[in-house]
């Protein structure tokens, strides 16, 4: 069975490109826009691979991580965090509470699958 | 730093209550005086002799009543007095309030 | 009694004396006895005020003229009832500028003033002289009545004698006790205490005198204000005048005194002390008063007629056989005028050798450019010179006025003398303004009238002032009569002498302080004394380093004495922390050194003598105002210093205020950026990453590449209305904009609206309710701008109104020359909490960005009404988002630049 990514990005457009590019190389993606009902659903059904929007509705994606990484059943998930603002201190504080990769918008669609792949073998 | 007195708008109740002891120490003379002079206003020039002992006994009264209430007062205001300070000028520059501040104000 | 055996009781009871003093000075020496310094022995040595004049006088006075003696007592009580008004500050500046006499104050409060030291000085010695000649008197006349053998002792007879010895007894022992040391603060700790004792046996000798004429004599005190009223005279009746007039004048004098301010200032070494004599010193004059009027009446009903009533304390317990009762008397009358004679000789023998005999001196060997030789020894020798001297005028001066008999005459006559160094005393204490010209010209018009009005003629016509001239006044000027000047001639020749001094005296003295301009040095002295309860320490007057210790240290061990002139400067080395006996000439040191040499020689003379040493005689101007001003600066030190660090905290809190603006701008600006970043990035993701998709393009459908291109065609779009709003709030914001200003109905701007805005979400149905009259309105404004901002609040309208039957409602009203149009929608509104943050960039409400918008638009649209002179609001609970847009009728001009009222970024929003 495919392995399964989920991501959570509440910009239609960008969560379609990236279902797209990594379907075509094999994983099962599953997005979704709202942050609040990610953590439930990642508990619920951890996905091999999460990648998360750094700016969401409601919720920050440095809180899902902060309660993606307190789980035990998570803990260990790769983690691929987008951000659009591109700040050091984002990527300080991403990598502070133990994100796996970081990447900023706009990104090279190959550095997407290759940090996928990589993230998912190791 | 502690704000001089003066500029105090809102004083504690024991400096208030000093504050209006002292007061009533700079009345105190001039009330003195005054009863001192009573005397004058109730002579009688028509009588022969002067009622000397009847007058004798108020000043008496008078003045053993100021010095009561004089004995009163220094009970409480030589609190407000500290140790003498030493004569000799400190070779610091000054940097220390007045340990009786609250005395300063009116002690001019 | 016989003479021989009242000279050895006499000498026997100096003896006593002696040893007290001596016991005492050894103890003060070792640092013992405190008790020696305790508020008890201060209370008990100011009781030299009562002399001899008090003791014997009292009960004559009495028996002449009623009760007015009591006013000598009931002034005093008064001024020390009254100590916080003003004795307080008198002790507190004399003790902390170590003033050696009154005339030292008043020289040293007036700029150091060696000529107004020299009219004080004159002044009391004037005044003085006849006060003691009086105690001589007193102590001779007890001697001839008390000893009852003068048959065979002629000497008894001969009071010029008695009176002799007694001067040359005072004299030895007030040398012997008064000039031992010449130390700071002039303190004599012997004499201080024989007072003391003198004090309590002169009290002791007329309470029992008191008591045993009250109850056995008289059956008890109803029994003697019986025979007061019996004995009562017509004289006895108070006189308004003399009643005031004393008490007042007796007030004046408990200050200015010499030998009262000696025990109350010179002697004073705690505030304390002072507080505890406020109270017990009145108690000692009651005490002392109390019984004259008993002892007065019963002398009178007594005594034989003809008894001089000045001895009725000594004659009385006599006449009743009571031997033992009349030594005590005798007694107390001999300690009441020798402690009056040692504290008034002493301190007028300061003032003398400080302010006449050291100056001249140091003039004289300046002049012929000597070595100031041993000023300790010279001071000293002065010191017991000028106390010989002193006490030789006061015999001199009872031998030529003969043995008055009316001994309170002679009180009275000194009292007002001194009083005339009041107005200058009390300038000295309150007022800054009064000048060392003021004080000489009062206290020379004051002294020269006392001793014109007064002292002159107190001895009589004939004796130094012709009955003509009493009589027919000066130059036969009738006006010019000593008792009656400028035709004053109703008042008795005590008040009509006190009145013209001291009137005349103050108002000099008021004239000449305010005409005159003091000098710095006197303006710098004048600030201290007048605020001593404002500032931290004691004056400070040496600024510049001018001489070497080594040139200081010679002088100073002259006046100190060697081991305490040397003990002070290693002292004052080593608080400078350095070793050895010479420390750096700092104005401190200088000051410091002055300070304790004016407490042996005075304060003219120590600043004198240390300006020579330092080679100039006279301290330069520009020393003096920096002097001046650095004195100026303690004196306002707390309330400068307050207003400093108000000042201070005010920059401070300026400061932190602006950092804390220039920090949020900061703050802003990168959350701008970074929003800016933010708002660019997204459109450009999705751009690429389709981008990237279709150019790898194998595999895509023909659907998905149309999909795709047109994904990428609307990013495009977004981005480009996302740069154009920039640009455009940029333009509105900072004025820039041009608006194009001309006529339009606001119907047909509100038609082409709608129109627009149906674009968005067309597939909605979208009710709008309008009422077409109100809206026809011809207005003046940019039209354009207008519909932008009609537009907006429509598109959101359409975008986020969450009713599923949307309506709009626009409703227009008029007031005045304001237009209000307002929007509102049937939605669920906007939350109370997001309301405030709606029209701010970037704001976004909620992060459906299916239309694409930035959250710019809002922001832009209130830009767009402060342009156009009106304004955009949100209406809350209008069951629904409410939006009121106001403008004027008729936009006359282009507003001036149109302050933004929103900061570059905040967060949430609508658009």
């Known amino acids: ?122 | ?108 | 009694m016989s003479f021989n055996l009242l000279v050895l009781t006499c000498i026997a009871y100096v003896i006593f004396l002696f040893i007290v003093a001596s016991a005492a000075e050894r103890s003060a020496q070792q640092g013992r006895a405190k008790w020696l310094r305790s508020p008890l022995v201060y209370t008990l040595s100011l009781s030299v005020y009562c002399t001899a004049w008090t003791f014997y006088g009292a009960v004559g006075y009495a028996a002449r003229s009623g009760l007015e003696f009591m006013t000598i007592y009931l002034g005093p009580t008064l001024v020390f009832v009254g100590w916080w008004v003003l004795l307080r500050k008198l002790v507190r500046i004399g003790r902390e500028n170590r003033v050696t006499s009154i005339a030292d104050l008043i020289s040293a409060r007036y700029g150091k003033s060696n000529l107004l030291g020299v009219i004080v000085t004159l002044l009391c010695v004037a005044a003085g002289t006849p006060y003691i000649a009086l105690q001589l008197q007193s102590i001779a006349l007890s001697f001839t009545v008390f000893v009852s053998d003068q048959g065979r002792a002629p000497l008894a007879a001969d009071r010029n004698l008695i009176a002799f010895w007694v001067a040359a007894g005072l004299t030895f022992f007030t040398i012997a006790f008064g000039t031992r040391n010449l130390d700071a603060n002039e303190q004599h700790h012997g004499v201080v205490t024989a007072i003391a004792v003198e004090a309590v046996v002169k009290l002791l000798a007329l309470i029992a005198v008191g008591i045993f004429v009250v109850w056995f004599v008289a059956t008890g005190p109803s029994d003697i204000l019986a025979r007061i009223d019996a004995q009562a005279l017509p004289e006895w009746t108070i006189q308004p005048g003399r009643w005031t007039g004393l008490i007042l004048l007796s007030a004046i004098a408990i200050i200015c005194l010499p030998r009262m301010f000696q025990v109350t200032v010179v002697e004073n070494i705690d505030d304390k002390h002072l507080a505890t004599a406020s109270w017990a010193f009145p108690l000692y004059l009651f005490l002392i008063s109390l019984f004259v009027l008993p002892i007065a009446v019963v002398g009178m009903e007594l005594m034989p007629e003809g008894a001089n009533p000045d001895m009725f304390v000594l004659t009385l317990p006599l006449h009743l056989g009571q031997d033992g009762l009349a030594l005590l008397s005798f007694l107390g009358g001999f300690s009441a005028a020798t402690s009056m004679v040692i504290v008034a000789s002493l301190a007028l023998a300061t003032m003398v050798s400080n302010h006449i005999v050291v100056p001249l001196w140091l003039k004289l060997r300046a002049a012929r450019n000597l070595d100031t030789g041993n000023m300790r020894l010279l001071v000293l020798s002065v010191r017991r010179l000028s106390i010989g001297l002193v006490l030789a005028l006061g015999y001199i001066y009872y031998i030529i006025s003969g043995g008055s008999e009316a001994l309170a005459a002679i009180g009275l006559v000194a009292f007002v003398g001194v009083a005339q160094a009041l107005p200058a005393l009390l300038g000295a204490l309150f007022w800054r303004g009064a000048s060392r010209n003021g004080a000489a010209l009062g206290l020379s018009i004051g002294t020269f009238l006392w001793f014109y009005a007064l002292f002159l003629p107190s001895f009589g016509p004939d004796v130094l002032l012709p009955a003509q001239l009493m009589e027919h006044g000066l130059f036969g000027q009738s006006w010019l009569r000593p008792y009656s000047l400028f035709g004053l001639t109703t008042l008795d020749p005590l008040l009509h002498a006190l009145f013209w001094s001291l009137s005349l005296n103050t108002l000099a003295f008021c004239i000449g302080s305010l005409l005159s301009f003091p000098s710095p040095i006197e303006r710098v002295q004048g600030a201290l004394f007048v605020n001593i309860f404002d500032r931290p320490g004691p004056a400070r007057s040496w600024t510049t380093p001018v001489a070497q210790a080594e040139d200081l240290l010679p002088m100073a061990q002259r006046i100190l004495g060697a081991s305490a002139g040397q003990a002070f400067f290693r002292a004052q080395a080593q608080a400078q922390g350095k070793n050895g006996f010479l420390p750096d000439i700092t104005p401190d040191f200088l000051q410091g050194l002055e300070l304790k040499m004016s407490g042996s020689v005075g304060a003219a003379t120590a600043h004198a003598m240390i300006s020579q040493t330092v080679g100039t005689t006279v301290v330069s101007v520009e020393d003096l105002m920096a002097v001046a001003s650095e004195t100026a600066q303690i004196i306002e030190y707390s309330s400068q210093l307050e207003a400093k660090s108000e000042e201070l905290s005010r920059t401070a809190r300026k400061l932190r205020d602006a950092n804390e603006k220039l920090r949020t701008l900061s703050d802003q600006k990168d959350a701008f950026l970074s929003q800016i970043s933010h708002e660019l990035r997204t459109p450009m993701t999705s751009i690429r990453a389709f981008s990237e998709i279709m150019m790898d393009a194998d595999g895509l459908s023909p659907e998905e590449q149309t999909h795709f291109a047109r994904i990428i065609h609307d990013e495009s779009i977004r981005l480009t209305r996302l740069l154009d709003d920039l640009l455009d709030l940029s333009v509105l914001e900072h004025g820039q904009v041009s608006l194009d200003i001309r006529p339009a109905n606001l119907r047909d701007l509100i038609d082409k609206s709608i129109t627009a805005s149906k674009s968005v979400q067309a597939q909605r149905d979208f009710r709008i309710l309008r009422s077409r009259d109100p809206e026809d309105v011809q207005i003046v404004t940019d039209p354009g701008r207008l519909t932008q901002v009609f537009i907006n609040i429509l598109s959101n309208a359409r975008k986020y109104c969450d009713a599923s039957d949307p309506q709009m409602k626009i409703i227009v009203r008029q007031k005045d020359t304001m237009l209000e149009i307002d929007f509102i929608d049937n939605g669920s509104g906007i939350p109370r909490d997001k309301q405030a943050l709606i029209f701010e960039k970037f704001s976004r409400l909620t992060d459906s960005l299916q239309a694409g918008g930035a959250g710019l638009g809002l922001a832009i649209c209130r830009e767009i009404m402060n342009n156009l002179g009106g304004d955009i609001d949100y209406v809350p609970g209008q069951g629904g988002a409410a939006f009121r847009v106001s403008l004027p009728v008729l936009l006359e001009r282009p507003p001036a630049t149109a302050v933004t009222s929103s900061s570059p970024i905040d967060a949430a929003g609508a658009d």
């Open chain 2, 1 to 108: 730093m502690k704000l001089p007195s003066r500029t105090t708008q809102f004083l504690a109740r024991d400096t208030y209550r000093m504050r209006r002891l002292m007061d009533a120490a700079r009345m105190l003379p001039v009330v003195g005086l005054v009863l001192l002079l009573l005397p004058l206003m109730r002579l009688d020039s028509s009588a022969e002799n002067p009622p000397t002992a009847a007058e004798a006994v108020y000043l008496f009264l008078v003045w053993i009543s100021l010095i009561v209430i004089a004995f009163v007062m220094s009970l409480w205001l030589r609190r407000t007095l500290g140790p003498p300070r030493p004569p000799v000028a400190p070779l610091a520059p000054p940097h220390e309030p007045d340990p009786d501040a609250p005395a300063t104000p009116e002690g001019r």
């Open chain 1, 1 to 122: 069975m495919d392995k399964r990514v989920l991501v959570v990005e509440d910009e239609p457009n960008i969560s379609e490109a990236i279902r797209f590019i990594l379907t075509r190389n094999g994983w099962h993606v599953d997005v979704t826009a709202d942050g609040v009902a990610a953590i439930g659903d990642l508990q619920a059904n951890p996905p091999d691979l999460l990648i998360l929007d750094l700016m969401l509705p409601g919720v920050s994606g440095f809180d899902i991580l902060k309660a993606l990484r307190a789980d035990p059943a998570t803990q260990a998930m790769p983690v691929l965090m987008l951000t659009a603002k591109g700040q050091t201190a984002d990527r300080e504080e991403a990598q502070r509470l133990g994100v796996t990769r970081f990447m900023t918008k706009p990104f090279a669609n190959s550095d997407v699958v290759a940090a996928v792949r990589e993230m998912a073998g190791s």
